[in-house]
Nanobody
Framework: QVQLVESGGGSVQAGGSLRLSCAAS?????KGWFRQAPGKEREGVSA???????QYARSVKGRFTLSQDNAKNTLYLEMNGLKPEDTAMYYC????????????????????WGQGTQVTVSS
């Protein structure tokens, strides 16, 4: 199973920026970021498969950018223009399979998860 360690969460005011990092060990076919706010289901934020096709949730498109450093086996999520509704626990997830692009943002498709990092955006 892939080991994932997230970092970079914190508290910012609306309009601010944060960058999340996820260091991974082991072979990964697909990886991404998910979030869960209190009382809500976990949802996909952004993910990438083997074809480098990056998917974004509609709510973050244009504000968040997913990138990776293959040499360091690290996944990043650059978050700009943060809104209070972005407040959630953010999780890095990975799976050994190369998921189809249309399934990259479905949490149940991933079998490895990090411990989560909290992002809080105040108005």
């Amino acid at each position: 199973q892939v080991q994932l360690v997230e970092s970079g969460g914190g508290s910012v005011q609306a309009g601010g920026s944060l960058r999340l990092s996820c260091a991974a060990s082991g072979y990964i076919g697909s990886k991404g970021w998910f979030r869960q706010a209190p009382g809500k289901e976990r949802e996909g934020v952004s993910a990438i498969g083997n074809s480098d096709n990056i998917q974004y949730a509609r709510s973050v498109k244009g504000r968040f950018t997913l990138s990776q450093d293959n040499a360091k086996n690290t996944l990043y999520l650059e978050m700009n223009g943060l809104k209070p509704e972005d407040t959630a626990m953010y999780y890095c997830a990975a799976d050994r399979r190369a998921l189809a692009w249309w399934s990259l943002l479905i949490p149940s498709n991933y079998n490895s998860w990090g411990q989560g990092t909290q992002v809080t955006v105040s108005s």
